[in-house]
């Protein structure tokens, strides 16, 4: 099993920077990829973005590109999601996602393993 703990979040203003954090342990053999989705009230699920586990490959969302970065320590099994210039809407629960295998890494229903989420306001 893997177990996946998001961090990190709170309430924050316009304008601000936030890392969130994402630890990942468990029965990682196999892991692909490890992304960073987020959810507001009444919306879908939306993807962010992704690291690859092998060569450490980042993607981002063009809807958060130039603003938001991830990264990841594998000494500490952690991987972050930095977010700056934040916005209003920007605002919801983010949540760290694992998957196993080739399959896109942009649809959540790909991730077999997630956590509680953290949640991040961002306040005007």
């Known amino acids: 099993q893997v177990q996946v703990v998001e961090s990190g979040g709170k309430l924050v203003q316009v304008g601000d920077s936030l890392r969130l954090s994402c630890i990942i342990t468990?029965?990682?053999?196999?892991?692909?990829?490890t992304g960073w989705f987020r959810q507001a009230p009444g919306k879908e699920r939306e993807f962010l973005g992704r690291i690859t586990w092998s060569r450490e490959h980042t993607y981002i969302a063009d809807a958060v590109k130039g603003r938001f970065t991830i990264s990841r320590d594998t000494a500490k099994n952690t991987m972050y999601l930095q977010m700056d210039d934040l916005k209003p809407e920007d605002t919801a629960v983010y949540y760290c996602?694992?998957?196993?295998?080739?399959?896109?890494?942009?649809?959540?229903?790909?991730?077999?393993?997630w956590g509680q989420g953290t949640q991040v306001t961002v306040s005007s």
């Open positions: 996602e694992a998957k196993r295998g080739v399959s896109s890494s942009e649809d959540h229903k790909n991730y077999g393993y």
């Open positions: 468990g029965s990682t053999a196999g892991i692909t990829a």
